[in-house]
């Protein structure tokens, strides 16, 4: 084993070591962008049905019967 290695290993592992941040970084945000964009679109969904639907759904939902399943 030359000089070379103690050096040259050393430095591989450091780069492998910042790709691997930098790849699960970029991964982690577009994660959270995205469960943000989810969030954003549920919620608007929710407040066009229920601004929409206030009456319709009120009366719907009390002329349901409640039904137990056992």
Known sequence: MSSAHVFYIPVIFFVGLLAGYFMGRNAAEEESEEKRRR???R???RQSSSAGDSSKSASHHSAEPE???S
């Open 43 to 45: 919620k608007a969904l």
């Open 67 to 69: 039904t137990e399943s």
């Open 39 to 41: 969030l954003k679109r």
